[in-house]
């Protein structure tokens, strides 16, 4: 946010400022996205990571317009692609969404027509920016399959998308999406539905396509894959980003109180939690208040709390957390200490 | 424990030889064309208390077995003892009781409620099933029980649709522990929660099996979660058990190259260790057809090769005839306009020289054949001349470390060594 | 959660002492069997001994026989759950309260009911009187030459055109035998609440029981149901009841057998599909792992959450059902005793003075009754369907 530079030679491939969609629903309106700001660099794996309604699918959804209008709506913020304001009205996001912007879902077969060859879809994938051939855009889609790592592409393109498995469909799903060239792939929970084995290789081919130059925002809930995936992680929870820093970073310092409980749920013990259901979530303050075991009464009130360097030392790396310890005043010691804890603990399991 | 029958050291579950074979039929007179191998000669046992996990990749059979324990399927084959009785001869009265005492938790919370009926009458189910009729009494159980998995007796009037997927898998639990179960056949219970969520679920789990007293058999692929809460895990794959063990033991040293896969394609927890292990080939075979001697042969990393072979000229060949038999052909090869064979042998890494001239002529002709764009005659070239003692020979079952393991690397009477890393 | 330590407090079930047989005798199934046994000896004691005569000089008739039965059929399988389950009943009937439009469509039904029932008995057949033949309604006037005698006042119009003003002695007029044309209304409804009994009570059933097992057996027994439902939907029912017409004339149990037992193929091809989905569902095999049977499972997990695409098939069955009685009646293939509304219409559209439209209130009348009928069913269809939805609640 150092906005003032008047030469920006680094110019972030997509930045968002202070995004806020609402749900309304019968029973009121969920604040799903409540003031989300990051930005994702050319070639870059950002990973946003949070539970079920933390609001990081609604996010992503909002960047490209694609999610429900309504019952949702976007009601501030603004999202900068390339240059390209997003949100303005005079923007076609259609020629961005799909053309430079591509998107895979969880379930594939969701987002795969069962009446059509995936070859057909891939055609249309691709004609539907660029004006080809159809021979021309055959061809095309054949090298996409195979690029995505479908053994035996020319032959299967003529297949329907009930006769790949659950990975190989995912991998069209990637093909798809990679139809037009995107510069950047927006990826949510891809490896979620699948076996451990068939996730290895989707996490193999994301890596070939970031080390092809293309960036990548990955949504996921599993720490595993952020550690497999991420050159940066973004933290999500209550609809705010609560943490955000390089991986190693992330992975070595846990900062966020929020963060600690999610590597904790990885420690290997058995342990009973007491925490309030997703409704009860604070409306003012520290979203994660209700749950937090650090929480004091400045965590009440106001906006969700800035974002504060998470290390003590002059280190240049942009590791923050929204959480009042790391401010002005505060003892962050007592969150680092717990910090160190649950990455030992959960890791410590791991490396045997 | 002590209305128990006295059972003496007889494990609760004890499972010999069990098959589930489903027919594939044809025509209007279902004639049977071919079987579906979904259990194939499983054994193992559960003893009491003992929470008892079962990992493998979807298709690997794991959901049939739990299933067929339940009766859910036929048994095609084999016997299941409970408590010491064989399953299959038990009397109506022992049936129902054996019902009773082996309950389901299955994977998917959303749909494990009839959405039309309220929690505290679907928990009470089992109870009515099971003969009683005093609608208070159930009512008294269920709402303890309630409370027991952390939730409200109050919520017994409430509709599946108004809780959060973990509070439904409570109630999953609970309804799975009115009966007062000796054994709790659990299929993925955490498989579709949030972390957070499913480290409660586990813990919760945990703590209901000491209070009640039950054993826990776990259906899962997710190997963090078996590592946390079983004592002890056996690995499926196509329909067979290949290794089975204490879990420490299973998933710290894995003795068969399966096992070692399956826990190598989980990534590390530690962003700087990024290296996942990699099967020879991905293709899960059809279990209606399963590959000869050993079923993990065509995608075996550590399979074995000709004596004539060096490791590392075995090594790019086992993974060339596995692909080409397998038909995973890179991009690069298109058979409709196939390449070169220079191409063909890049592509593949495959070795300039090979000491055996058997082996190097077979493979030029495979090469040959792929550039003709036969694959089937390349794959069969291939088999000719780099038979493997894994597909020619199904594994004895044989016991590393005090468990049982099912491959060749550790038969003593093959030659060949366990890869050891 | 409290601490586990307190271990198993829970009363501890003795399931030695609980009776695992599962109940045989039920309210529903005693009251099926007092009722078909009820009916079975008045019907004995109808066919061998005297004839009976159970409302006025009500000469039963094999028709009638079968719908009480089917009475007895709903009153045991609709009535009584309703009655035991009063929770949800009230839960429904709260719900129910919510819409307008389904509280009034089913008013209208059950108005239906009550007068298809209960009225013909004490009314009995429309009487003839040719003296007062076309009649109009209250409120309207016809040509006063059509009918030898004028119940209401008699204007003189141009000419020497005079008018027959309608009277309170044939409220909606009279048809061209001077049957009041209420008096009919009254006798058609009987006949579409016969249809609707007989639809519920057996059809649907048979639908039902048709598909459930089907879709839980599978195997071969699903493939001859499946081919057999194929078959069925090929043979249209008019066929058949022509085919019986010319043995046994015109008669409203032929029609009801041969439409009836024709028509539930859709219904029962819906069950199994849904039976075949809900089949893996989670409620589903854990009911089954712990010993419920096939029925048990369709009627407490399966038939409640297809709801959704049962209740209006099987109303658009009953409707279809009404629809195709009043189209054969309107043909003139059904007994003309029974005053179907087909036949009513028929009847209206062709008179024998006049022109249709001059009589319109012969036609009109019952096409209107008809009409609100098919429409009524509709909506209670679609009401139902969203009432069940426990989740449609707000
Ligand atoms: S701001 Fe307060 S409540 Fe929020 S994480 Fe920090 S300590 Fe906890
Ligand atoms: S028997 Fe051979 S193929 Fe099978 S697991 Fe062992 S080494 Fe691999």
Redesign the pocket.
């Known amino acids: 946010m150092s906005g003032d530079h008047s030469d920006p030679p680094t110019e972030p491939l997509l930045a968002v400022e202070d995004l806020r969609t609402h749900i309304h629903a019968d029973h009121g309106t969920v604040r799903a996205v409540d003031g989300v700001s990051f930005a994702v660099d050319r070639g870059e794996a950002v990973c946003l990571v949070g539970e079920s309604g933390s609001g990081k699918s609604v996010t992503c959804e909002s960047l490209t317009g694609i999610v429900p209008r309504p019952p949702a709506e976007i009601v501030d913020g603004s999202v900068t692609f390339d240059g390209i304001d997003l949100r303005a009205d005079d923007t076609d996001q259609s020629s961005i969404r799909g053309a430079r912007i591509g998107h895979v879902f969880q379930n594939p077969q969701h987002a795969l027509d069962p009446v059509y060859s995936v070859g057909d879809q891939l055609v249309e994938a691709i004609t539907i920016h660029r004006a080809f051939e159809e021979a021309t855009a055959r061809e095309r889609a054949i090298d996409l399959l195979g690029r995505v790592g479908i053994p035996r592409a020319a032959q299967r393109v003529d297949d329907y998308p009930h006769e790949f498995s659950g990975g190989m469909a995912q991998r069209v799903a990637v093909a798809i999406a990679l139809a037009a060239e995107p510069d950047l792939l927006i990826a949510d929970e891809p490896t979620t539905a699948v076996d451990v084995t068939v996730q290895a290789r989707l996490i193999d081919l994301l890596r070939g396509l970031l080390d092809d130059g293309m960036a990548l925002l990955l949504i996921t809930h599993d720490l595993r894959v952020v550690a497999a995936l991420a050159d940066r992680v973004l933290v999500m929870f209550g609809g705010t980003i609560?943490e955000r820093g390089p991986v190693e970073a992330v992975f070595d310092r846990p900062a966020?109180?929020?963060t600690q409980a999610l590597f904790d749920s990885y420690d290997g013990t058995t342990r009973l939690a007491e925490r309030p259901s997703r409704d009860e979530l604070p409306a003012d303050g520290?979203r994660?208040?209700a749950e937090?075991p650090?929480?004091?009464q400045s965590?009440a009130g106001g906006e969700q709390?800035g974002f504060h360097a998470v290390s003590d030392g002059a280190s240049s790396d942009d590791h923050a957390a929204s959480?009042?310890?790391y401010g002005d005043g505060y003892d962050a010691e007592q969150?680092r200490s717990a910090g160190r804890a649950v990455q030992q603990s959960a890791t410590g399991d791991d490396d045997d | 424990m002590t209305e128990r029958p006295d059972t003496g050291d007889e494990p609760l579950l004890a499972v010999e030889e069990l098959e589930r074979h489903y027919p594939i039929t044809e025509g209007w007179l279902r004639r049977e064309v071919g079987r579906v191998r979904a259990v194939d000669g499983v054994s193992f046992e559960i003893r009491e208390g003992e929470a008892f996990g079962l990992v493998g990749e979807s298709g690997s059979g794991k959901t049939t077995l739990a299933h067929t324990l339940l009766g859910l399927e036929e048994r095609t084959d084999g016997t299941v003892r409970f408590d010491g009785d064989p399953i299959s001869e038990l009397s109506d009265a022992e049936r129902r009781s054996f019902r009773r005492r082996v309950q389901l938790v299955v994977q998917d919370p959303n749909e494990a409620f009839n959405p039309r009926i309220r929690v505290g009458e679907a928990v009470a189910e089992p109870l009515a099933l099971n003969g009683m009729d005093d609608g208070d009494r159930r009512r008294a159980i269920v709402e303890d029980l309630l409370e027991r998995v952390g939730l409200d007796a109050a919520d017994t009037d409430r509709y599946p649709h108004e809780f959060s997927d973990g509070e439904k898998q409570r109630l999953a639990i609970a309804r799975a522990l009115v009966v007062d179960p000796d054994l709790v056949v659990a299929d993925e219970p955490t498989s579709a929660l949030d972390a957070r969520v499913k480290s409660d679920i586990l813990a919760l789990l945990e703590a209901v099996r000491r209070e009640f007293d039950v054993s826990l058999l776990f259906v899962s692929h997710d190997i963090d979660v078996v590592r946390r809460f079983c004592d002890r895990v056996a690995v499926m794959y196509l329909g067979e058990i290949v290794e089975r063990g204490p879990t420490d033991e299973v998933l710290d040293s894995p003795a068969h190259p399966y096992t070692e896969v399956l826990l190598g394609s989980e990534p590390s927890l530690d962003p700087s260790d990024r290296s996942l292990v990699r099967p020879l080939t991905d293709t899960i075979p059809d279990p209606a057809d399963p590959p000869s001697g050993c079923r993990f042969h065509t995608r075996c990393p550590a399979v074995i090769g000709p004596d004539a072979l060096s490791a590392a000229t075995w090594e790019r060949l086992a993974s060339f005839r596995f692909t080409v038999q397998t038909g995973e052909l890179p991009a690069a090869i298109d058979l409709a306009d196939p390449p070169d064979r220079a191409t063909i042998r890049s592509v593949f890494d495959l070795p300039g020289a090979i000491d055996d001239e058997a082996i190097a002529e077979g493979v030029d002709d495979a090469v040959a054949a792929l550039a003709d764009g036969d694959l089937d005659r390349a794959a069969e070239r291939l088999a000719a001349v780099l038979p493997s003692v894994c597909e020619q020979q199904v594994p004895e079952t044989v016991t590393v470390a005090g468990r049982p393991v099912q491959c060749h690397r550790h038969d003593p009477s093959i030659d060949a060594e366990p890869r050891s890393e | 959660m409290a601490a586990p330590s307190d271990r198993h407090r829970f009363e501890r079930v003795d399931w030695s002492a609980v009776d695992a047989t599962g109940r045989t005798v039920t309210p529903e199934r005693t009251i099926l069997a007092v009722g078909l046994l009820v009916v079975a000896a008045l019907w004995l004691y109808d066919r061998y001994v005297a004839h009976v005569y159970l409302v006025a000089d009500w000469a039963v008739t094999p028709v009638d026989w079968a719908v009480m039965a089917g009475l007895v059929v709903l009153t045991a399988y609709g009535v009584v759950p309703a009655v035991g389950n009063r929770e949800a009943t009230l839960r429904v009937a709260s719900a129910i309260r919510d819409r307008p439009v389904l509280v009034a469509a089913l008013c209208f039904l059950g108005g239906l009911f009550v007068v298809g029932t209960v009225l013909p008995l004490v009314l009995g057949r429309p009487d003839l009187n040719f003296g007062y033949a076309y009649q109009p309604p209250l409120g309207f006037a016809a040509d006063a030459g059509w009918s030898p005698n004028c119940a209401g006042e008699i204007r003189q119009g141009a000419g020497i055109q005079r008018y027959c003003e309608g009277s309170l002695q044939a409220p909606l007029g009279t048809n061209g035998r001077g049957q009041l044309v209420g008096s009919l209304l009254v006798s058609g409804a009987r006949v579409a609440t016969y249809v609707v009994v007989f639809a519920l009570a057996f059809v649907v059933p048979l639908a039902t029981a048709v598909g459930v097992t089907a879709g839980f057996r599978g195997g071969r027994l699903d493939d001859v149901l499946r081919t057999y439902v194929d078959v069925q939907l090929c043979i249209p029912a008019i066929f058949l009841y022509f085919v019986g017409y010319m043995y046994v004339g015109a008669s409203l149990a032929l029609l009801l057998a041969t439409f009836g037992l024709l028509s539930w193929g859709p219904v029962a091809r819906l069950v199994r599909s849904e039976v075949l989905q809900r089949r893996e569902d989670g409620y589903v095999v854990v009911a089954r792992s712990l010993g419920a049977s096939d029925w048990y499972v369709a009627r407490r997990h399966v038939l409640p959450n297809v709801t959704n695409t049962l209740v209006p098939a099987v109303v658009h069955l009953v409707a279809l059902l009404i629809v195709a009685e009043a189209g054969v009646a309107f043909l003139g293939f059904s007994d003309v005793e029974l005053y179907s509304w087909g036949s009513t219409i028929a009847e209206g559209l062709s008179p024998d003075r006049g022109t249709a439209h001059q009589v319109w209130w012969v036609s009109t009348v019952p096409a209107v009754a008809l009409a609100a009928t098919v429409v009524s069913l509709k909506l209670v269809g679609d009401g139902l369907r969203d009432v069940l939805d426990p989740r449609g609640e707000h």
């Open positions: 609560v966020h109180p929020y520290c994660f208040r937090c650090h929480a004091v965590c709390p959480c009042v310890y969150i």
